[in-house]
């Protein structure tokens, strides 16, 4: 059964910095693009930014352009989410999910839809406060 597991969530003061990983198993990491969705207390799950499996293609929302980065290690079966200048609108718990999907029109608009991904973490809480 497929399996992703997020971790390295925490506190962290704004302006901070922290990453989050993404550990995933009983599946190739190579043949799946993997993304990162977080969601707020009261508000709906929302795309952050995903990694295709074709090519590496990195796509970003428009809230962290700039701010995040993502990578992957398909050798250690790991995705991450560099978090730079984190600010208190960044405060939500944090999933990584997998698709087959290889590209998508809305990704390269910055709209990453949850409905396009079927395998899901439990989440890892980042928190941005002072």
């Known amino acids: 059964q497929v399996q992703l597991v997020e971790s390295g969530g925490g506190l962290v003061q704004p302006g901070g910095s922290l990453r989050v990983s993404c550990a995933v198993s009983e599946f190739t990491l190579e043949s799946f693009s993997i993304g990162w969705f977080r969601q707020a207390p009261g508000k709906e799950r929302e795309g952050v930014s995903c990694?295709?499996?074709?090519?590496?293609?990195?796509y970003y929302a428009d809230s962290v352009k700039g701010r995040f980065t993502i990578s992957r290690d398909d050798a250690k079966n790991a995705v991450y989410l560099q978090m730079n200048n984190l600010k208190p609108e960044d405060t939500a718990i944090y999933y990584c999910?997998?698709?087959?999907?290889?590209?998508?029109?809305?990704w390269g608009l910055g709209e990453i839809d949850p409905a396009d991904f079927g395998f899901w973490g439990q989440g890892t809480q980042v928190t941005v406060s002072s």
């Open positions: 999910a997998a698709t087959s999907l290889i590209q998508t029109t809305g």
């Open positions: 990694i295709s499996s074709s090519d590496y293609s990195t």
